[in-house]
């Protein structure tokens, strides 16, 4: 992570991304938590993903500010139905084709 270029959300446009985005909430309910107008909320929320899809598309690092997480790519965990061996594959490389230790081919990710 450290050649990765950051870029920085508030506190609160975390908090506006997780209400609306994951907990779809919508910009009143999202507003009436966050203490602010739904406008206000709106506003903050279009902040963050513009931030968000920066980071994403130009492969940037997203740093909380005022939070002592980052949010990273989690690591992609395939477990063997055969043996039950379990192995992280790094991001991008597709789903494995078959167990590195048995080469059973029912996977599942966790
Ligand atoms: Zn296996």
New binding site residues.
């Given amino acids: 992570m450290l050649d990765l270029t950051e870029v920085s959300l508030t506190v609160d446009e975390r908090e506006a991304l997780r209400l609306a985005d994951l907990q779809g909430l919508s910009h009143e309910e999202g507003g009436e938590l966050m203490e602010v107008s739904r406008a206000t909320f709106g506003r903050i929320l279009r902040n963050a993903r513009r931030i968000v899809a920066d980071a994403i598309i130009n492969g940037k690092a997203i740093k909380v500010e005022g939070g002592n997480y980052e949010i990273v790519i989690r690591p992609r965990i395939f477990v ?6 379990e192995w992280e594959e790094p991001p991008g490389t597709g789903r494995p084709q ?7 081919e029912e996977l599942t990710r966790k």
Avoid: A, D, V
């Fill in positions: 063997c139905e055969n043996c039950g061996y078959c167990c590195p230790s048995c080469k059973g």
